[in-house]
């Protein structure tokens, strides 16, 4: 368990990447905390030695107000830079951390995604880092400020009247205690809110993603009613920390802070009158004390914001805890060049690049697997596939086709056995060494929200237009797409879903054509298309295939018959193998379902 002490450390190791800045921040933070107090006292002269006095000195006068003038210039330019510094600065910080976790986020096992709902995961980049900033924006410019203020009034109050700043300095105790039990309250509401805050998200996520079934189940007045049960607790949960806040705290402060005022000017008031105190301090000391509730009302305001952030800061750091897939020094040398960096990039593309490309044989020895403990999805695999070869995985559904495609992917750990590349076990790579030279073409082919050319280039440097252009064609997708109304520019929104499944399969055929890999895994896609798309698949798996060691995911049997090898998956097992026309032979139940298939 993270305790208070290494939250902040952390916190304080981003702040102090940019000490430089927030030390020029303070310093002018500090010079105009003073030029600010120094109203009250140059008021107090003009009235003791000039007003109360009854001298004459108008110049002097004069240049007293000229000067008190000058100061709240100063006061507010000065004001201005250094907030101007410090939000900067906090908005610098929240940059860093943001690319940081994202970083880290793209380096999670997918296992991990398995069980976090992707609205949690949002949460913490969208809604958490933005409370964090609050902190750096409310501890930096207001805690210090009103720190500064706070100190600085009692300094100015000692020179004024010892026991006059003794009251005042009483006052603290007692808001110490206000805001102690102010926190303990709210904390709790905090940490409730800021839980429900990242389900809400995870469940609206979830709502979206799944509109269309939504409508079409008509669920919408269900949805409402789970989303309202969600909202209704939120609400519940606000209504009751602002009643634990507007009962402690500045309502609080503000009256003790008018009473100590009260009861000072009755007290000293009467004494001014028999001239043991001037009236000069008294109205300096008055000035002073309605200049010394404000800053802390302004800390309690921003207490809540500290907390949440708090809050937020501990599930920031949970996340950037859990162990992510790092390469060899990878993480050192993201977390030193701030992931962001330019320069950081292009090592890290230069790392990846220099991976030689495999010959492509592929062998599963023994390799059994579980997702969850105690209950396997495959058991005792055991296969080659020789380089350029072609090897079908057929089965019926939830037979584990797509899971020894994931322990190849390096996307989860066999349990038992070994998965080997030109003889070296995949354990030997780093993820990213180990996906360079593999290309994967999904059942369902994701879209990114882009245009037609970024989506088989995907930013890749080495892929340039004109080998975009020649995917695209090579795999029979150039006609429909020149088509389009701006061709290779087409906007494709999100997901792709302007486009039909043939389309969407076809440009994904094509970014795995453009990446060339070495190792090409292919989801058959088992939405049912058009028999002129069949056929123009049919084609581009031929091109795609040529030369790379291919692994198809086939649902329809009759685009595997050329496959080298067919490997029949039957609850986890491999049960048969061989080419088409070996298990047609064998009638085993590779010829069943061929047969079914084929309706005969
Ligand atoms: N992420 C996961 N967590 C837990 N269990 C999973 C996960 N993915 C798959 N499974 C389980 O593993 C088994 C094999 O699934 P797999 O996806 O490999 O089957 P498949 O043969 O590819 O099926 P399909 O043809 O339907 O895609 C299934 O019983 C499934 O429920």
Request: proline letters at 3%; hydrophobic letters at 45%.
């Amino acid at each position: 368990m993270r305790t208070k002490t290494t939250v902040f450390r952390r916190l304080l190791a981003y702040a102090l990447l940019y000490k430089g800045r927030i030390a020029w921040a303070l310093l002018i933070l500090l010079v105009s905390t003073g030029a600010q107090l120094a109203g009250p006292y140059i008021a107090k002269i003009i009235i003791d030695q000039h007003i109360s006095s009854g001298s004459r000195d108008y110049a002097a006068v004069l240049r007293l107000i000229g000067l008190y003038v000058a100061l709240l210039l100063a006061t507010s330019i000065l004001t201005y830079v250094q907030s101007y510094l410090l939000q900067g600065t906090a908005l610098q910080i929240i940059r860093r951390m943001r690319t940081d976790l994202m970083n880290h986020i793209q380096r999670m096992p997918v296992r991990y995604f398995d069980s976090t709902p992707i609205g949690q995961v949002v949460s913490r980049i969208a809604n958490d880092t933005e409370a964090i900033k609050e902190l750096f924006i409310s501890f930096m410019a207001t805690f210090v400020v009103s720190g500064a203020t706070i100190i600085g009034i009692l300094a100015a109050l000692f020179l004024l009247d010892a026991r006059l700043a003794l009251y005042t300095a009483a006052l603290l105790p007692i808001v110490a205690v206000i805001m102690w039990i102010h926190l303990r309250f709210s904390k709790v509401y905090i940490t409730i809110m800021r839980a429900r805050l990242a389900d809400m998200n995870a469940r609206l996520n979830e709502w979206i993603n799944v509109m269309p079934i939504i409508q079409a189940f008509r669920r919408e007045k269900e949805t409402i009613a789970e989303f309202e049960e969600l909202n209704m607790d939120r609400y519940r949960n606000q209504r009751k920390q602002f009643r634990v806040f507007s009962l402690s705290s500045r309502n609080a402060v503000g009256l003790i802070g008018s009473l100590v005022t009260a009861l000072v000017v009755w007290h000293f008031g009467s004494q001014a009158l028999q001239t043991t105190i001037s009236f000069g301090v008294l109205y300096a000391y008055i000035d002073y004390l309605s200049r010394f509730t404000q800053p802390i009302i302004g800390i309690f305001d921003q207490l809540m914001n500290a907390q949440r952030a708090y809050v937020s800061a501990d599930r920031v750091f949970n996340l950037m805890d859990e162990p992510g897939e790092y390469g060899e020094g990878e993480r050192a040398m993201l977390e030193a060049s701030s992931a962001a960096s330019v320069t950081g990039l292009a090592e890290r593309r230069h790392a990846a690049s220099s991976v030689p490309r495999p010959e492509g044989t592929v062998a599963f020895d023994r390799v059994t697997f579980s997702y969850k403990e105690g209950i396997p999805v495959l058991r005792d695999i055991s296969f080659q596939a020789k380089r350029g070869e072609t090897v079908a995985l057929v089965g019926h559904t939830g037979s584990g086709k797509s899971s020894i495609m994931n322990l190849l992917l390096g996307f989860y750990e066999p349990d038992d056995g070994s998965i080997t590349i030109d003889g070296k076990d995949i354990r030997s790579f780093s993820k990213q060494a180990l996906r360079k030279h593999m290309g994967i073409v999904l059942q369902d082919p994701f879209l990114f929200a882009g245009d037609i050319k970024f989506n088989v280039s995907l930013y890749n440097p080495e892929i340039t237009l004109e080998r975009v252009q020649q995917a695209l064609r090579e795999v029979g997708a150039a006609p429909f797409v020149e088509r389009l109304p701006r061709g290779y520019d087409e906007p494709v929104v999100e997901r792709g879903s302007t486009l039909s499944a043939g389309q969407r399969q076809l440009i994904s055929f094509a970014r795995a054509l453009a990446f060339d890999p070495a190792i090409l895994i292919l989801d058959e896609a088992t939405a049912s298309i058009d028999s002129e798309t069949e056929g123009l698949i049919q084609t581009a798996l031929k091109v795609l295939s040529e030369g790379r060691t291919t692994f198809i995911i086939a649902h329809r049997l009759s685009t595997i018959k050329e496959a080298d090898q067919i490997l029949v998956l039957h609850r986890g097992e491999i049960v048969e193998r061989g080419s088409h026309e070996e298990l047609m032979r064998r009638q085993g139940r590779y010829y069943r379902m061929y047969r079914l298939q084929v309706g005969a």
